[in-house]
């Protein structure tokens, strides 16, 4: 990187345990199988940090590999899945023997709260939702209020406010000003309601690029305290345009993950190596076939247009 585009906000990953204490409630971005931060969930392994307060709208692999490393003291969440490979046999063993304590919310509830708190209101009102029993179970998150101009009864969801946001953009410049070619998912609704944000990015470009692609900025910098630069920083999961996820580092997480000594195995890989380590370790030269896979899906969805 140029010198202008390492000050500012930006840091090295390898300081990101020094940022995020133990203890503290972070909001992890991403969704499904597509950009989690998953260049700072390994960092924060690395670091040996306990105690986190987890907070996911769509977890997969990033809440799983934490459940195993035992990083996580709580987890907040409406899903954690991986998908086609089943399900996220750590946290789901945390949460049935009762080592991992969790809030349970509606995917929609949870983005409220968020949204609530990014607003500066204490709560906000919503439809639904229709048929759930988990208002029911946290009445110190739901509560009913009554619409005061129809009189119609409506769902409140109180204000969420995380820590920590911890989310991966495209590119991002050193005043924190960050960009998504690709879906955001939940990422902008976290960081506007966490105390500090945390911005890991494929590349820390200048001012300009910024600027000359000043439609895709999601995240302004006045929102956001610190930028890491992190290729691959979402790998295994995607991140659209740059790559597809990778089905292939994604089956053995699944394969390992539901094997004590397994998971044991790859966590202390992951633990005992770098960032550059493990990108070199694990992609072996399938970077280019993850982005011909979006090339490749852009051809189809054209074809089929």
């Known amino acids: 990187m140029s010198s202008s585009r390492t000050n500012g906000k930006v840091v090295a990953l390898e300081s990101l345990g020094d940022i995020v204490r133990d203890g503290e409630s972070v909001a992890f971005g991403g969704g499904w199988f597509a950009n989690h931060p998953m260049a700072a969930v390994r960092q924060l392994i690395r670091a ?11 977890g997969s692999v990033d809440m799983d590999l934490m459940a195993a490393a035992g990083t996580l ?31 349970e919310y509606t995917g929609l509830g949870l983005l409220i709260g968020l949204e609530a708190q990014g607003r500066g209101m204490p709560y906000l009102p919503y ?63 976290m960081a506007k309601a966490a ?31 610190a930028v890491i630069e992190a290729p ?19 089956m053995g997480y699944a394969a390992a993950a539901g094997d004590p000594a ?16 493990y990108r070199t370790r694990v992609l072996k030269g399938r970077d280019s076939v993850l982005s011909a896979l979006v090339d490749a899906a852009e051809v189809i969805e054209g074809a089929q247009a």
Request: aromatic residues 8%; charged residues 20%; proline residues 6%.
């Open 48 to 58: 040996g940090r306990r105690d986190i307060h987890a907070i996911t709208v769509v």
């Open 232 to 250: 691959f920083g979402a790998h295994p999961t995607s991140h659209v345009p740059r790559y597809a996820m990778d089905a292939w580092e994604l």
């Open 195 to 225: 105390k500090r944000v945390i911005v890991t990015c494929e590349e820390v470009v200048d001012r300009q690029v910024i600027v000359d692609n000043a439609h895709m900025t999601k995240l302004p910098g006045y929102y956001v305290d």
């Open 127 to 189: 439809r639904g939702p229709f048929g759930s029993d988990i208002p029911g179970r946290y009445p110190d998150i739901y509560a009913t209020t009554t619409c005061p101009f129809t009189g119609e009864e409506l769902t409140a969801v109180r204000a969420l406010q995380p820590d920590v946001a911890i989310v991966h953009a495209l590119r991002a410049d050193a005043e924190g000003n960050a960009q998504w070619d690709g879906t955001s998912g939940p990422d902008v609704e």
């Open 262 to 277: 397994a998971i044991a195995e790859y966590v202390a890989q992951i633990s005992g190596e770098t960032e550059e380590g």
């Open 73 to 103: 003291g709580h987890l907040s969440f409406s899903m954690v899945t991986l998908e086609a490979f089943g399900l996220a046999p750590n946290v789901r063993g945390g949460i049935e023997s009762g080592s991992l304590p969790f809030t």
